[in-house]
């Protein structure tokens, strides 16, 4: 099966302009995560989605970051305005509802955003 | 979640088994123990995962200690490939609604010729 799709694969901005991403997760996969990793970290829950509904977004700075799951299918991240402490990697991963989801993730490759 | 504490990094022979320690002292008895690794420019990958029988797929064992509060993840014979930073988990096994991963620091393995 073809796995999580994520684009683009790298991004140069300056701080204070806008960002987005895209991520199209494997088929048929009910819920959908973005995390952010930091350089030297592990990754970090930002916001889950069930479908296209949101399940957890505690940890989204929703003053500058926002997502969507538009007809719980492909979701987009967007960043506006960037702030130098944003430069991370931003993965993208799914799970298919059932029990296999209960324990298993796939992720994307990521897109890594430098923010100059 | 029950916090975990891994070492920094270890290095392995290629051939020989790689043992990965974790230790998680306040795991309650309904928190699993999970394992994911993540390969250098690439997403995090799913290898194992336990409650407290061992457990062993085409990947792993998972060795849980009978109190829990430790575990070992064995790569029975490492190549080069294996070369990651491994993560240990620790969460309960929620619905599919509340799955989120909880990553710390992990160990970075490095396999050499």
Redesign the interface.
Known sequence: EAGVAQSPRYKIIEKRQSVAFWCNPISGHATLYWYQQILGQGPKLLIQFQNNGVVDDSQLPKDRFSAERLKGVDSTLKIQPAKLEDSAVYLCASSPWGSRGLYEQFFGPGTRLTVL | DAKTTQPTSMDCAEGRAANLPCNHSTISGNE?V?WYRQIH??????II?GLKNNETNEMASLIITEDRKSSTLILPHATLRDTA?Y?CIVRV??????????????TRLMVKP
């Open positions: 699993y999970y420019s690439q997403g995090p990958q799913y995962h930073v993560y096994l929620r619905n599919n609604a509340g799955n989120m991963l909880t990553f710390g620091g992990g």
